[in-house]
């Protein structure tokens, strides 16, 4: 009967005693806020395949809770839409068929930290930096972690699992010791890191059931770590330098190893406004030892490496958690993903020069060493999605590059909608039989995700869906080269926007709108969200609202317009925004744009104001607040 009534509204959710732990979102508004994800697909295209717009979101903040959800969803045959902090840009959390998007970033506990061991047991929505900042305190750390510092810890063992220092200690799996997962049925269980089955729940992007709990092996937190980056002239000289590092006595001793290409240095001194980045290929490695870091200097030097100064090392280092920031550029930003072969890297690189020269278009490439054999390698590039033909044929750009990426060695990361006619690149014939056998013994009645991932399920009789068939898929990539080489023709849409928004006037709100990422790096550390549970308080929300004001602007209902006038202008989104957004001298002016339709909600704001005052609640929050991490991060740059 829950799920019924939620989607109804006919109970009142909160009274009602065996969901006292659960909050709903049931406007539209809200639904379409939880069910997008970072990725730039225009809006028009998700339409014209799926049935995006969930029935209802909930929010559990129980295990138990969330069992009763399962179960009830299984009884009326709803699908179950596990969700993170929707930082995955392969549309994972999307709905393909509707459905309940359930919300794990309320089940954020530390449950055990056993410290002689080295082990910690977390619900699996807490963030990384959260988890982080308890460890740090006790003289610990995380072993591996995403640059999505803010996504959930059990939405990166659905997805990749691969990102930062997983060259010393390996992919997260690695770290994993258990997880405690519910099945279709609603019974929990814990499978270990040696049982067999639990492979099915890595990268498998919520398909098999949802992780609530997991153990997490951690390690001391070293005292200092160096940062040593070296210029090459060319991509050739810095894989030669790299081969010559991983295979020398130091190699067992380097944390993490990273490339950035000329260009996304260039990139990141058009961001910075200055050049303070040589654009050269540069090779970044970490250690955490004074002779480990000499040694590998004398390594990049004696490999025709030209050290950089420490202010670089360090403000790149700094950097590589705003992944997103090229989007104040140009408002859109994209990717293509694989683990490739270290030793297929040399060739692929060539490749990627001749599409730069045949196109004329510029790439960004960065990778990440995940072993002393493969890189996470990360291709992208700028998009306007406000310009509609350029966009959709800059969308087809990230299949061409996905696809060059397959012929030249690479390996698929992730499959979720976008790359559903791919996914034989991740997964072995026989690899996704076994996989699909599993599903449908644990989840009979495909309510997990359905409509993704094994079966890609669209609108109009799937009709639709037949391009996302894999040789169908193949051959429309063809077309692509055409495309580009006619956008090319009409001036591209490789041409900058300005970034300048220091004044903001009510026609730069939307173009400022789109720069955002959808990270969800403000949700966290939003006041107003630790209120109302809702995200159109945040940030994140409120951009999307001026993006979709159009569509949106009459069918809001009084709890989005108390939650968007929930906000302490305290401004601890700025503070953390992956793109640096102007974000307090937008709100007034959204506000003010509310108010003439509905009015301003001003016994609502002053509860709200009284409550963050006197309320302990909130200022523990602000002590632990991220800004912390931030601002110790940043010192760190400005220091130099
Ligand atoms: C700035 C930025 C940097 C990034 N850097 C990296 C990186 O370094 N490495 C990397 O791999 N990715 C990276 N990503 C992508 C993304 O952040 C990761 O995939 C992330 O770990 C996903 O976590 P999430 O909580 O946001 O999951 P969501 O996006 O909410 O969900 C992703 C998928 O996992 C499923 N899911 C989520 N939680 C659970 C659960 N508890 N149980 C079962 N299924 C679940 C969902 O159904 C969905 O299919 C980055 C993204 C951004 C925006
Ligand atoms: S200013 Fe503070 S309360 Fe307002 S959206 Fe930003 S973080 Fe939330
Ligand atoms: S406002 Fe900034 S921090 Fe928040 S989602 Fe957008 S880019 Fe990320």
Redesign the pocket.
């Known amino acids: 009967m829950w799920v019924d009534d939620m989607q109804t509204a006919k109970v009142d959710l909160q009274k009602d005693t065996p969901l006292k732990s659960i909050y709903t979102r049931q406007s539209i508004a809200a639904r379409r806020l939880y069910s997008q994800d970072v990725a730039e697909i225009p809006e028009y295209i998700k339409k014209i395949f799926f049935k995006t717009l969930p029935d209802v979101v909930v929010q559990p903040t129980t295990v138990d809770a969330l069992i009763q959800i399962i179960k009830d969803a299984r009884n009326k045959n709803k699908i179950v839409i596990p969700r993170g902090s929707a930082s995955y840009g392969f549309g994972g959390i999307i709905p393909a068929m509707g459905g309940i998007i359930v919300d794990l970033s309320h089940l954020n506990k530390i449950i055990e930290f056993d410290e002689f061991n080295e082990v910690i047991i977390v619900e699996s929505g807490i963030k990384w930096y959260q988890l982080d900042i308890y460890l740090n305190e006790r003289g610990y750390t995380v072993r591996t972690h995403p640059s999505s510092w803010f996504s959930t810890v059990g939405g990166w063992l659905a997805t990749g699992g691969y990102g930062f220092y997983n060259y010393k200690f390996g992919h997260f799996s690695e770290d994993v010791v258990f997880i405690d997962v519910i099945d279709a049925d609603g019974k929990i269980e814990r499978i270990s890191h040696d049982d067999k089955r639990f492979r099915n729940y890595v990268g498998t992007e919520g398909q098999m059931g949802i992780v609530v709990r997991l153990g997490i092996k951690v390690r001391k937190l070293p005292k200092r770590e160096y940062i040593s980056m070296a210029y090459f002239d060319s991509i050739p000289e810095l894989l030669d330098a790299l081969e010559n590092i991983v295979n020398s006595n130091v190699a067992s001793k380097i944390t993490n190893i990273m490339i950035y290409d000329a260009h996304k240095m260039h990139i990141m001194n058009i961001i910075r406004g200055k050049k303070i980045l040589t654009e050269k290929n540069a090779l970044i490695i970490t250690t955490e030892s004074d002779n480990d870091f000499k040694n590998v200097n004398q390594i990049l030097s004696e490999n025709n490496g030209q050290l950089s100064s420490e202010y670089e090392a360090l403000y790149v280092w700094h950097e590589r958690l705003f992944t ?1 920031k090229p989007k104040r550029i140009k408002t859109g930003y994209l990717a293509s993903e694989h683990i490739f072969p270290i030793s297929k890297l040399k060739n692929y690189f060539v490749a990627l020069e001749k599409v730069k020269r045949r196109y004329n278009r510029e790439f960004s490439v960065q990778a990440y060493l995940v072993s002393s054999k493969e890189a996470l390698v990360i291709v992208s590039y700028l998009t306007n999605p406000r310009r509609r033909i350029a966009s959709i044929i800059d969308f087809l750009l990230v299949v061409y590059l996905t696809k060059l990426g397959i012929k030249y060695g690479g390996k698929l990361y992730g499959i979720g909608i976008w790359n559903n006619g791919l996914k034989f690149h991740k997964y072995s014939k026989e690899e996704f039989k076994k996989l699909w056998e599993y599903k449908q013994k644990i989840d009979p009645d495909y309510i997990f995700n359905r409509g993704k991932f094994f079966k890609l399920k669209t609108r109009l009789l799937g009709l639709p869906g037949l391009i996302f068939k894999p040789r169908i898929f193949t051959i429309s990539s063809v077309f692509i080269g055409p495309l580009m080489s006619l956008l090319k023709l009409f001036g591209g849409s490789d041409k900058t926007d300005v970034i300048e928004h220091k004044k903001i006037s009510i026609k730069d709100i939307e173009r400022i709108a789109y720069m ?7 949700v966290s550390v939003c006041p107003g969200y630790l209120y109302t549970k809702n995200e159109l308080s945040t ?2 929300g409120k ?1 999307f609202l001026i993006r979709n004001f159009g569509s949106l602007k009459n069918k809001l209902t009084h709890e989005d317009i108390v939650s968007v006038f929930s906000c302490l202008y305290c401004k601890n ?1 700025e503070a ?4 640096e ?1 102007p ?1 307090v001298d937008i709100w007034p002016i959204l506000e003010e744009r509310l108010e003439k339709i509905y009015g301003r909600p001003k016994d609502e704001i002053e509860e709200f104001v009284r409550t963050m005052e006197y309320s302990e609640t909130y200022s523990g929050f602000l002590e632990q607040s991220p800004n912390t991490f931030k601002v110790e991060k940043f010192n760190l740059v400005e220091k130099v």
Not at 576 to 579: A, F, K, L
């Open positions: 997103f955002c990422s959808n990270c969800g790096s403000c940030a994140r951009l989104c953390v925004c992956q793109s957004l974000l």
